[in-house]
């Protein structure tokens, strides 16, 4: 959430803009270099401290605000210190991109005003120099399938349901229940077992 949407002086004023959005962005990437370890989403340690944890628990929204506004004032100290190494050559790169989404300096009292040109151009440059100066570390990513779908009409009279698993994936397909756990893909399973 977008630290106008969180500020209680906004609260029946707030209107959402393209920068929001872009500030949305930024929360994410943040999110992906505080929390991972590397490529393919590694996890960072369960005991680990990160700061920033307490964005994703903090129920209350002027407390939130508060929290997000200071660590990114304090970027060096309460966000970049926790950034795991794999991370860091991204870690200028991530700072700037808080300069272009607050440039008149304070999160705590300015609305973002985030362009696509100024995210554009951080990003393009990031690009640039890691990879040039700072090879990927090969991985293993999921493999992308293409599944043609079966004609329309067929879908239609699929044994009477919504989910037609035994039209396109034969008849002895059943469909597995799923946790709602965040897991390392080499361990997940199709629902539809095949």
Known sequence: MSLASLDKKNRGSYVHNPAHDFESLLYTVIGIVTFTTGPCGQLRAPNDHVPLARWYNEIDPEQ???????????????????????????????????????PKSNPFFNH???????????????????????????????????????????????????????????????RHPQLSSIKPLKMWKDSVDI
């Open 112 to 174: 973002a005003e985030g362009t696509h040109s100024a995210f554009r151009k951080i990003l393009q440059e990031a690009l640039t120099d890691l990879t040039t100066n700072h090879p990927e570390t090969k991985s293993n990513y999921a493999r992308i399938t293409v599944t043609v779908p079966a004609k329309r009409k067929f879908l239609a009279t699929a044994v009477g349901s919504r989910y037609p698993y035994k039209l396109l994936r034969g008849d002895h397909a059943q």
């Open 64 to 102: 939130l605000h508060k929290d997000k506004a200071i660590d990114l004032i304090n970027y060096d100290s309460e966000v970049n210190k926790y950034v795991p190494g794999y991370w860091q050559p991204f870690s200028p790169y991530l700072s700037r991109l808080i300069e272009a989404t607050w």
